[in-house]
């Protein structure tokens, strides 16, 4: 039977505001996502693949073809898995390493600090622990060695034995360690994601989607994925040098639980195979065959089937904890154990760090905010907003630029001052349209900056405290135009709207066939129009509880994550009672064993 559609109330097209909202409480425009040119697109969708409208519309506001529809909905291993050697340098990683398991060489993995850097080296360090190896695990600390390998540990890596390294989430620009192995003469194999130019480090080979003369188009995938390519191809060389003879090569699709984390906690776009390592990760983390990720589970309290929101909400957040102020090799150990005992003692001693960490968090937000405050009152249109002090944990800085860029939409630019060396470490966030990571480089060959590197959203840098004037400065002039450009046309894509009665169970079952959804596949968007506010209640975290209704009298239970002391937050509590227009996202409520509907609100503006 052809599911049932959902009847949308269509506000004019053309080029008006969706709602007539040209700014709400955050300063935003609502813009229909479904471009005028893309409606017939989604009613072709409808009907060839006999889908609610709905689903139709929010496909092709996604830019998903008609032929693309199936592996969107079914995303598959078998279908969207590009062959590993279309990647540079995969064959030379393969072989090398299928070399290393023949003659069971000492090999050490150097992983990253955060969730992608732990699940690649866990998977990594599964596959070759299931040929009969014991690779070791080395990584850095975030705090006393920073980001990707250094002399020093690559040093003592070789002094313990190893005779192959493998880099996995970092290695792309490690000039000086990877001298350090070459001169020793050790291999290297990279497996990295990173942006790089054209120089490269010296290495047995660079397996890195996002280096320049790689053509493989797979410059979405995270590390882990990267990882997980490496893992086919290497299974491949050893399956042709004749390795495995009658036993039964390892099942590689039993770790894409590990894939999946690392997908979805490293914010890559879903799009390609990473959906299909999300979907089908999920699939595997459910029957919680991985001691670590079990144990991950239990203490965040996860007793309901895994979404991508238990991985980028729950689990990854506590195995970041361990990097960010304790022991960064922690959520490595807790992804690659096989003892069930040791898995639970470090999943415990995450979840007391996760618990720290959102302490120490919201103390420097507050204080970050507050200074942000004033200096926006002196320059409203200050295109980045850069603070820093020796209070602020090394370790949550980047977490707090996320949670300033999210509150004043604007670049973020947050530092750690180190009394004793005389530097400041900083992590950036971006909005959509301000390249974050260009602006960095810039500072860092301009003599700004020690060094520094990201992406257009996210980017760290390292800056001698007496040069923080000079450095902010440049900053500001560097991205001054982008941003003035981004804020004049700052919007809020919305999917459709909604009334409280026809948010049903049915319609977010239907929402969520179109996921899972995350960067590059934005969750589906609503506006509840014309609602009341009859219920407005704060609670733990600065959030809050709220219950919206319509002029039929249908309510809708609502919450407003983080919203105390926002734009968002203080236009709820002055809109009790008064008719709004309230724009969010429809979920399921599961908590206490209900199963009901909710609305997570995101905007709202006056109903004119």
């Given at each position: ?209 996002n280096r320049q003369d790689c053509l493989s188009g797979q410059g979405h995938l995270c ?39 690392a997908t979805v906690c490293d914010v890559v776009p879903l799009k390609g195979v990473n ?49 960010r102020i304790g022991d960064a090799g922690l959520g490595a150990r807790l992804l690659a ?272």
């Amino acid at each position: 039977m052809r599911p049932l559609t959902l009847p949308l109330q269509q506000p004019p097209r053309k080029d008006a505001a969706f709602l007539g909202v040209e700014r709400s409480a955050r300063g935003l425009r609502w813009v229909e996502r479904l471009a005028a040119s893309q409606a017939h697109l989604g009613a072709a969708i409808a009907q060839r693949h006999n889908l609610p409208e709905i689903i139709g519309r929010l496909l092709a506001a996604r830019d998903v073809s008609l032929e693309a529809v199936p592996d969107v909905l079914n995303p598959t291993i078998r279908a969207l898995c590009p062959d590993p050697a279309t990647l540079t340098d995969m064959e030379k990683a393969a072989e090398r390493l299928a070399r290393a398991v023949a003659a069971r060489e000492a090999i050490a993995i150097f992983g990253d600090y955060d969730v992608d850097g732990a699940s690649s080296s866990a998977l990594l360090y599964r596959f070759l622990a299931s040929h009969g190896l014991k690779p070791r695990i080395y990584i850095p600390d975030r705090l006393t060695e920073g980001y990707g390998p250094n002399s020093e540990a690559i040093a003592s890596l070789i002094g313990d034995g190893a005779s192959l390294i493998v880099t996995v989430d970092c290695g792309s620009t490690g000039f000086e360690p990877l001298a350090v192995a070459a001169k020793r003469g050790v291999d290297v194999v990279v497996v990295d994601h990173h942006q790089v130019n054209d120089e490269l480090p010296p290495a047995h080979a660079i397996v890195n989607p996002n280096r320049q003369d790689c053509l493989s188009g797979q410059g979405h995938l995270c590390a882990a994925g990267v990882t997980f390519l490496l893992c086919i191809a290497l299974q491949r060389k050893l399956r042709a040098n004749g390795f495995y003879g009658k036993a039964k090569a390892p099942d590689l699709l039993g770790w894409l639980d590990l894939v999946a984390l690392a997908t979805v906690c490293d914010v890559v776009p879903l799009k390609g195979v990473n959906r299909a390592f999300v979907v089908q990760g999920l699939k595997v983390l459910r029957d919680r065959q991985n001691p670590g990720l079990k144990a991950l589970c239990d203490a965040a309290g996860v007793n309901k089937p895994p979404t991508p929101y238990t991985l980028g909400f729950m689990l990854g957040p506590r195995i970041n904890a361990g990097g960010r102020i304790g022991d960064a090799g922690l959520g490595a150990r807790l992804l690659a154990t096989s003892d069930d005992l040791e898995a639970g003692q470090i999943a415990q001693t995450l979840d007391r760090l996760n618990r720290e960490r959102r302490e120490i968090e919201l103390r420097t937000v507050e204080e970050a905010a507050a200074w942000a405050d004033k200096a926006l009152l002196e320059d409203p249109n200050c295109p980045i907003i850069v603070a820093g002090s020796p209070e602020w944990h090394k370790g949550l800085v980047g977490l707090a630029a996320s949670r300033l860029t999210d509150r004043f939409q604007r670049p973020s630019l947050i530092f750690s001052h180190d009394e004793a060396s005389g530097d400041a470490t900083g992590s950036a966030r971006s909005i959509a349209g301000v390249d974050i990571g260009a602006a960095v480089r810039g500072a860092v060959e301009a003599g700004l900056a020690k060094k520094g590197g990201g992406h257009a959203m996210a980017a760290g840098v390292t800056v001698v405290q007496a040069g923080m004037g000079a450095f902010a400065a440049y900053m500001r002039e560097a991205l001054g135009a982008s941003y003035r450009a981004a804020a004049a046309v700052a919007t809020l894509a919305v999917d459709g709207a909604l009334t409280p009665r026809s948010a049903t169970l049915e319609l977010a079952g239907q929402l969520e066939h179109a996921g899972p959804f995350g960067q590059g596949n934005p969750a589906p968007r609503f506006c509840l129009p014309s609602v009341r506010l009859t219920m407005l209640k704060e609670f733990s975290g600065g959030h809050f509880r709220c219950a919206l209704q319509s002029a039929d009298g249908a309510q809708i239970s609502a919450v407003a994550f983080r919203a105390a002391q926002s734009e968002l937050g203080t236009a709820l509590e002055r809109g009790r009672d008064l008719a709004c227009h309230v724009a969010g996202r429809l979920t399921r409520d599961e908590w206490g064993g209900r199963n009901r509907v909710e609305f997570q609100i995101e905007d709202v503006a006056a109903a004119q």
